[in-house]
């Protein structure tokens, strides 16, 4: 992937490991992208303007005035930006940004910049350690900004774990593979994603539920939007979080609750995934209070949840309705047997039999089914899964 052309702005803040960022840049522009580079007020201790110009073949700027009283537009220079980088990003800098403190150059940049933003953090161990910066890293990500976490290896304070900036090479891959992954082949379409559990309530205390954590189907939310679609993700409970701003997350708890929330966006959608692990049958009543136990047994009455997948296929109009199959024996048939009866376009197939699928694994073994094929793939991390699926749809239907 060349990088001819993309504009990459660069904020430097004052670590040791600034001097990296000479290789970086002089990577960058070998492969013919802009690069301007604008650096906090303690950067200038650890790093040479002159090296820094001369490389990027930019005037590298620290101050809101110059020398000569003019003024330098920090609006300008973040809508000039393709993306943001900002490395090494100490925890000060770091702490500054998700507080919306402005009292530099650098920092009125980041909070003018509308395009992605990536922070590569470097600090010693125990600054990297530290519930503030940890927190602080979580916020960013709810942010939207993608960190590009700090490796372990010696420290400049001689010390050796986490905190080292990352070296230029992961750095240059990770903003190389964004413009490539930025070829936005799902722009224009909005796809709404189910993903986790439902949770049945028994009393105010108890519920029926089941394994799923979300990591599938907030794994297939993070590919979409990273693919320019716009992704309506339905979750069942879940400790997930999603990180792209073109996922609008719609968190629901029971198996009713995630229908009512489909059926508010379906017709609108032109892609439908439904990844979650919906219980199939709820308790007939709810106690009002917590149930005692009185006796040696005890049973619940349940009654059958709508089938939401299946509503789905009786309402397809325009959607490439597709669906999850959890099998544990016949898996192939009755994958099959759920394409047909809730008229899907594709079934994806994973079964509790192959080590390392389904529940909580960060890895998954499928098989895409449609009416004409089956396509089984490797085990492999639930991100790569969600490209193959993605993939899929895009060459059989959107081509
Ligand atoms: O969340 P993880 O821990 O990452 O685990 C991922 C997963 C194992 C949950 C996921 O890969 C998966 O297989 N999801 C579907 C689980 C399931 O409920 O399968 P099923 O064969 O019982 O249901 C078939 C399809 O109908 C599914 O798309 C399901 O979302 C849908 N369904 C089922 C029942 C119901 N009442 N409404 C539905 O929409």
Redesign the pocket.
């Known amino acids: 992937m060349s990088l001819e052309g993309k504009k990459i702005l660069i904020i430097i803040s004052g670590g040791i490991a600034a001097y990296k960022i000479n290789f970086l840049i002089r990577d960058f522009v070998k492969q013919n992208a802009e690069v301007k580079v604008v650096l906090t007020p303690s950067a200038e201790q650890f790093v040479s303007k002159v090296t820094l110009s001369t490389l990027s073949k930019n005037e590298v700027l620290t101050e809101f005035y110059n020398d000569n009283g003019t003024w330098n537009n920090h609006i300008e220079l973040a809508l000039w930006a393709d993306v943001v980088l900002v490395a090494p990003c100490t925890a000060n800098t770091l702490s500054k940004m998700v507080h919306g403190l402005c009292d530099n150059l650098a920092l009125a940049v980041y909070l003018s910049a509308k395009c992605p933003v990536f922070i590569a953090p470097a600090m010693d161990l125990d600054m990297y350690a530290h519930p503030s910066t940890k927190q602080n890293l979580e916020l960013a990500e709810d942010f939207g900004h993608i960190i590009i976490p700090a490796e372990y290896g010696e420290l400049a304070s001689g010390l050796v774990g986490q905190g080292r900036l990352a070296e230029p090479e992961t750095i240059y891959t990770t903003i190389e593979e964004h413009f490539s992954n930025a070829h936005q082949s799902l722009k224009g379409k909005t796809i709404l994603i189910?993903?986790?559990p439902t949770y049945e309530a028994i009393d105010p205390v108890r519920f029926i539920g089941n394994?799923?954590?979300?990591?599938?189907?907030y794994a297939l939310a993070e590919e979409a939007a990273r693919r320019g679609a716009q992704v309506i993700l339905i979750s069942g409970p879940s400790g997930l979080k999603p990180r792209h701003q073109n996922i609008q997350l719609h968190r629901v708890v029971s198996?009713k609750e995630m229908f009512n929330a489909v059926f508010q966006y379906y017709n609108a959608v032109d892609i439908a995934i439904?990844?979650?692990?919906?219980a199939?049958y709820t308790p007939k009543v709810v106690a009002d209070e917590k149930i005692k136990k009185n006796e040696d047994t005890f049973t619940i009455e349940l009654v059958k949840?709508?089938?939401?997948?299946k509503t789905m296929g009786e309402r397809k109009q325009h959607q490439i309705l597709v669906?999850?199959?959890?099998?544990t024996q016949n898996e192939v048939e009755n994958a099959k047997g759920?394409l047909h009866k809730?008229n899907l376009d594709m079934i994806v197939l994973?079964s509790l039999r192959d080590e390392g699928a389904?529940?909580?694994k960060d890895t998954?073994k499928i098989r895409l089914i449609t009416a004409e094929e089956e396509q089984p793939f490797a085990l492999k991390p639930?991100e790569e899964v969600a490209k193959d699926i993605l993939l899929f749809i895009e060459h059989k239907w959107l081509k």
């Open positions: 189910t993903a986790g394994h799923s954590s979300g990591k599938m189907g198996a439904a990844s979650a692990a919906v199939d949840n709508p089938d939401i997948l669906g999850f199959a959890l099998e759920k809730k994973n389904g529940f909580q998954n639930k």
